[in-house]
């Protein structure tokens, strides 16, 4: 298995960054997936997960319809776009194998939110 994120960064509050997770050496398209964080110091937190077909999503509690997930089968991406970011959401962000936390994950993308 092979996850690779892209697209964190710094940005102010209020801003977006787009994540981006080029996945290789499985079945992708068979393979729900999903996106978690980790908090400087805290243990692995869930945010969001999509269904193998891309139908059916869901978001942790604290994304409160900022950020949206998507996956291209075709091209072995998955997507998260975020909205509206706080400190609060400044963390690693790693694409995970999987429904949830469990599977294998890429190295991480920084997400830093600060003014």
């Known amino acids: 298995v092979q996850l690779v994120e892209s697209g964190g960064g710094l940005v102010q509050p209020g801003g977006s960054l787009a994540l981006s997770c080029a996945a290789s050496?499985?079945?992708?398209?068979?393979?729900?997936m999903s996106w978690v964080r980790q908090k400087l110091g805290k243990r692995l937190e869930w945010v969001s997960s999509v269904t193998m077909d891309g139908t059916y999503k869901k978001y942790a509690n604290f994304v409160k319809d900022r950020f949206t997930i998507s996956r291209d089968n075709a091209k072995n991406m998955l997507y998260l776009q975020m909205n509206d970011l706080n400190m609060e959401d400044t963390a690693m962000y790693y694409c995970?194998?999987?429904w949830g936390i469990g599977g294998n994950l890429g190295r991480g993308t920084q997400v830093t939110v600060s003014s």
């Open positions: 050496d499985f079945d992708f398209r068979s393979t729900a």
């Open positions: 995970a194998e999987g």
